[in-house]
């Protein structure tokens, strides 16, 4: 069975929708800036952060303001809205949802603590209505009108390519015939300290794959596919042809300089693919900026493609990292790549780190061929997932 | 000198939760990474906290920081030359 | 779909001391409570850290996470105003760090998810151990849930009027899933499934039971009071019933407002 891609839907600092996306990355803008204005934070560190607050993201979706909806649930509504349209799913079928997220509301329920550590009998409890990972997945189908399975996945910074295997899986056996699946994470000054804490936020913009990378910017957003199966459909963007989930089983937080983990998810999704690493047009890698994933990364490009290593970029330089919603992001960057023969540049890039020699591409392309993209997707907890999408 | 060092292993113990260790049980010349003690990235960050928050002595990175990071001895030297 | 089970425990029945089952100092000092607990449990439940790398799958379920050091960094990044924050809290914060822990303590590469769905995370990292299996995927997966509970959210949710019906609790429970029937096999889980609407007992029984002696654990609440994975001490309880000699349970659970979930546990052969 042929696992059909059929709609897909984004929201990051670079805009809400398929088209304000690639609008900019064609033309090169990033969409970090200087220092967050909608997130209350001291930190002035660059983030890729949509400026639109959650008053205003109630208003674009039509929302009740008094919902007081989490800004991660904001997100992936906008998303799974636009993916739902985008793949005209039957309403009358069985639409599963399979959404991944980190940090939940945590938004809100930083605002709740800073008065509740205060005085316990302080903080509006609206704002700890949505702390746990599963509200945004119930609020974002009962929004969207899904009624199927539902489950929600948190495995950090891979959690939503997990989304996206999870999705195929339920297909397979038969327990949705639709599945909207992939992530949403919203800024949070939890996350923005923690990143802070282990001393990997650049303070500059983020340079994937540089040899002088200095760590990441985080961002935000939502990315999401629509999975059919192929019988089922007429049409579609491409398939997910394979896919896999490993553990470097290294280190908690760091990935292994041999790149193991990244090495065995890739080989995986490949084999289970059936194909060979010479026929893959492009991957979106994992590509975080910090010292650690670029050089474990490269390791495991090397090992997997050997001299012969397709062009590859990081769209972390224009979103940010978004965490567990950036593997759905980056899953809708590489249908579209399929769909419209788009490479995507890697911003920021100088010199290539000696011990590789990679070199990522650098400009937006959109006049060649692509049948078959690899996406990687790393995280803490030595989880490491690779998709491998094909024409 | 001796008196920082003991200091520094106190708050090394404390801070790091190293359980069933005395200050006694640290050579303060022992290497703190890998062999020795044992201690990996993640403490690397926290001894970084350590001399911000007692000594008010800042580092940049774990990187640039590795011979400071020796051990308890070039620790306490680095408190030593940079406090202000 | 169907698999086999060879051990179930909750954190209760670990009687070895934590420094047995994780004899490393350096990976045991960064541990929450919580951590310890499930990590232990996990350990126990597989007989031995020697046995982790025999895994094909790490699959755990978890409601609100690891969620002392959750609270620890938030309350450091409040009182300190977002300076000379320790990361280890942060850092043990992630919903997958008991995954994660394990494949660390093993070196085990494998397939390592976790389901974080409130009152059925335990339910989908079932069925997702149920598809490994029939998938092929793997052979022996090890399933976990766990929560704990704090004050702080305890007392939060006191706030709501949680308490007033209910009490509150926290558990971990891990299950040795095996593809293949052994003389290890104590129970084999049969079924299951997510119904679009709630069921009486009368329909639990009529839809699912297929063996005269079947019993129904039907929102079953044990001394461990409620959390969000409460209901993986049904399927403790199940397994337990046949392994003394009941031939079939069936377990219905509708928690904290969760869509409702069917397992089905049988007696070997």
Redesign the interface.
Known sequence: MRIAVTGVGIVTALGIGVECNIASMRSGVSGISPAATILRTSNLLPVGELKLTNDTLHDICGIPRREHLSRTALLGILAVREALTDARVDPTQRVGLVSSTSVGGMDLTEHFYAEYNDNNSAGRLRDVRMHDCAASTDAIARYCGITGYRTTISTACSSAANAIIAGARLLKHNIVDSVVVGGSDALSAFTLNGFKSLMILDEGACRAFDASRGGLNLGEGAGYIVLQRSEDVESCYCHLAGYANRNDAHHQTASSPTGNGAYLAMSEALSRAGITPARVHYVNAHGTGTPNNDASESAALVRLFGGNVPPFSSTKGFTGHTLAAAGGIEAVLSVLSIKHGYIYPNLNFKRPIAEYGLVPEQRFREDITVDCVLTNSFGFGGNCSSLLFIR | MEQLIQELKEHLIEELNLEEITPEDIDADAPLFGEGLGLDSIDALEIILILEKYYGVKLANSAEAKPVFRSVRTLAEYILQNRK | ?RCYVERVITESDVQRDIKELITD??M???MSRILKVAVSTAIECIGGRENIEQLHA?ITAT???CLAD?ER???N???D??Q?????P??Q?????I???I??L?????????????G??FE?AM??AM?SI??GDASRVLVGAFDEETP?QH??LE??GAWRKMRSGEGAVFALLDACQSDRSIAQVTLIE?P?QSLTEEECFKRYATRGDAQLLYNTIYQSGIY?TASARSFAEAVRRVECGIEEVIIYNEFLGA?PTILRVECVG
């Open positions: 779909m100092a350096g045991r000092r960064r790490i409601g609100l996470g959750s960094f938030l309350r990044m409040v009182v105003k977002e000379l924050l320790n990361p280890t942060f850092i914060s992630t919903f997958n760090t995954g994660g822990q494949a660390l093993g070196h085990n590469h494998c397939y390592n998810v976790t389901y974080v769905n409130r059925h995370s989908d069925l997702d598809i029939a998938d702080t007392h939060i706030r709501m997510f679009q969000p869509t």
